[in-house]
């Protein structure tokens, strides 16, 4: 039963994985200019229906990644935005 329980629960956070909503510079521009310029812990909206809070950042030589929380009509859930040097955040 325990083992049933847990595969549904996998397989719902997987399909709930699969509807996130992944924004881009146009349909969020507060939101990439805040990954651009601001620290971990800044807080901020995507329109009226959508939070954002940067919660932090990974460097390596090649490559920039800063996790966000997003809260909106859809849910709440983390995404992670990456770019490389001069690049853009995907």
Do not use: H
Request: net charge positive; glycine share 8%.
């Amino acid at each position: 039963m325990t083992k049933k329980l847990t595969l549904i629960a996998l397989v719902a956070a997987l399909l709930s994985a699969c509807n996130m909503k992944t924004y881009t510079r146009n349909e969020a521009p507060m939101l990439f200019e805040a990954l651009d310029t601001q620290p971990n812990g800044y807080k901020g909206s995507i329109g009226p229906d959508a939070l954002f809070e940067i919660t932090g950042t990974k460097a390596s030589r090649s490559l920039l990644c800063r996790s966000v929380k997003i809260a909106s009509l859809e849910g709440k859930f983390s995404r992670q935005y990456c770019k490389i040097k001069g690049g853009e955040w995907r």
